[in-house]
């Protein structure tokens, strides 16, 4: 066999591959795109003002320690992932993630195989 048909396989599967890629970023763009045109703007929670307050901050630092102060802060900001704009953008950086992850981990696969 000549090289170039041993190759051919490898780089339809490797255009295959880039082209699964794309259509995950692609899908994930539009979702991003249709999350964030129709989030309405995000309603702030009523107790957020008071939680940003140097006494319920006191308060919890008191009852619970630093670690409380810290959970509670790390909480009110994961939760803020997933409302709104802010999902959208969420939404984006795992699309882009997930893509890139694939994208790597199949051509590594195929490399192998060729070596």
Do not use: C
Request: hydrophobic residues 45%.
């Amino acid at each position: 066999m000549s090289p170039m048909k041993n190759n051919a396989p490898s780089e339809h599967n490797k255009q295959k591959r880039t082209k699964i890629a794309v259509g995950i970023l692609a899908v994930g763009f539009v979702s991003a795109l249709g999350i964030y045109l129709k989030s309405a703007p995000s309603v702030e929670n009523p107790m957020a003002e008071f939680q940003r307050t140097k006494k319920f901050t006191s308060e919890l630092e008191r009852l619970g320690g630093a670690y409380a102060v810290w959970s509670n802060d790390l909480i009110n900001r994961f939760n803020g992932l997933w409302q709104g704009e802010h999902l959208a953008y969420t939404v984006l950086v795992i699309t882009i993630f997930v893509a890139a992850i694939y994208y790597i981990l199949a051509n590594s696969r195929d490399e192998r195989h060729d070596a």
